[in-house]
């Protein structure tokens, strides 16, 4: 049997007359960068998010760029994050002169330790910026907490994450801004790369759409530098269609993951696999399904890959310990729960189109990995 990682096409195939309705509507309008599409699809994130504001952009790296260029930082200022996430986070704090200040993870949802911010703030922190991994939101509400008091806004990478939930605030809508990403293979993924950002403060909500388009009020007037990041209507016409879907797929992917983690909790496993961890009053959408496999990781996933079974390793080299990055000071075993994570964890086929029989054939294969034998 072949259990791909992820499989769009079952999606597309299902999908296809709506989505060439839509592109076909864009290309007779032949209305190609922002505009009316757009607009409709900033509308539709900011009311399911429970934002005021919603603004459109290139991609979730450039959302990420633009929400920290909007904040009014300087050169050195510290914006405190995680080493274990994807090389996007921490490349949009440096392209702009700041320092990326890592802090660990916490050890079961891989997500920023609250307990290790305050100690982190120096007089230089400006921005706490949490990523909410995999699709489960980072602990809230001790981060809500620290922010107020010391006036740290707080920019929450929520790529993974769209419609997650923590005690019932969707992701990105706690802190000023709320950055996301629509790459394909994301929940709500598109058919390239698109990005949104969403906030509450009217303000902020200007100066990125300013930001978006070079930073300029009109076409030819400007009043400050910005980028080149604006989101085509042909992805919004998609990202729209496959919008209506969203929660049905995200909920399809929760019952997808809790049938894993049933399946390895009810299987007499040769090596001691760790399913996902599910925080209390949470939505987790499973981006990934994420699991634990502490002895001989590198040989289950090989030995995944000859039966068949898709697998990939999110994250294999944590941000501290890339060779870019050696010039901030840095050392191994500083951060040793993200520096655990990143050689323990592998995810496994989780989408919401797998069906049952793939999901027991995969909990099945690694039943039969035996350490020091593999295949």
């Known amino acids: 049997m072949k259990v791909p990682l992820i499989d769009l096409r079952g999606q597309h195939q299902f999908l296809r007359p709506e989505l060439l309705e839509a592109i ?4 007779d309008s032949q209305q190609f960068i922002l505009g009316s599409e757009v607009e409709a699809l900033e509308e539709e994130i900011a009311a399911y998010c429970n934002a005021e ?3 459109g952009c290139a991609s979730g790296s450039d959302a990420l760029l633009l929400s920290l260029m909007s904040l009014d930082l300087k050169a050195g200022d510290e914006v405190i994050t995680t080493p274990f996430t994807f090389f996007a986070t921490a490349a949009a704090i440096v ?3 700041l320092h990326p200040r890592f802090v660990d993870t916490n050890p079961r949802t891989y997500n920023m ?12 922190t400006r921005v706490i910026l949490p990523i909410h991994m995999y699709g489960q939101c980072a602990d809230m509400d001790p981060l809500l907490e620290i922010s107020k008091r010391y006036g740290l806004p707080i920019v929450e990478d929520a790529a993974q994450a769209i419609g997650a939930e923590d005690h019932g605030h969707r992701a990105g809508s706690m802190g000023q801004i709320g950055c996301f990403s629509f790459y394909p293979t994301k929940n709500l993924g598109g058919a ?13 909500a200007q100066r990125l759409r300013r930001l978006r388009v070079h930073g300029g009020a009109t076409e030819f007037h400007h009043d400050e530098v910005g980028i ?3 989101l085509d209507a042909l992805q919004a016409a998609i990202l729209r269609v496959k919008f209506e879907y969203l929660d049905q797929w995200s909920e399809a992917r929760r019952k997808k993951a809790s049938f894993y983690t049933r399946l390895l909790e009810d299987t007499d496993l040769n090596v001691g696999f760790t399913p996902p961890f599910v925080r209390s009053a949470v939505r987790h959408i499973f981006h990934q399904y994420v699991i634990r496999a502490p002895l001989e990781r590198d040989e289950v996933i090989k030995h995944l890959l000859r039966h068949g079974i898709g697998t990939k390793v999110y994250y294999p080299v944590p941000l501290h310990l890339q060779k870019c990055f050696a010039y901030l000071g840095y050392s191994k075993g500083q951060f040793p729960e993200a520096e655990r994570a990143a050689k323990e964890t592998l995810a496994l086929p989780c989408f919401p189109e797998i069906t049952e029989e793939q999901q027991r054939y995969v ?3 690694l039943a039969k990995f035996v350490p020091g034998m593999s295949g």
Do not use: H, Q, Y
């Open 53 to 55: 504001f919603a603004i």
């Open 113 to 124: 330790d609250p307990a290790e911010v305050e100690g982190a703030i120096t007089p230089k």
């Open 24 to 27: 076909e509507r864009v290309i």
């Open 192 to 204: 390239g790369d698109g990005g949104m950002l969403i906030t509450n403060d009217p303000d902020l």
């Open 363 to 365: 909990v099945d294969v």
């Open 95 to 97: 392209r702009l002169g």
């Open 228 to 230: 080149n990041s604006r």
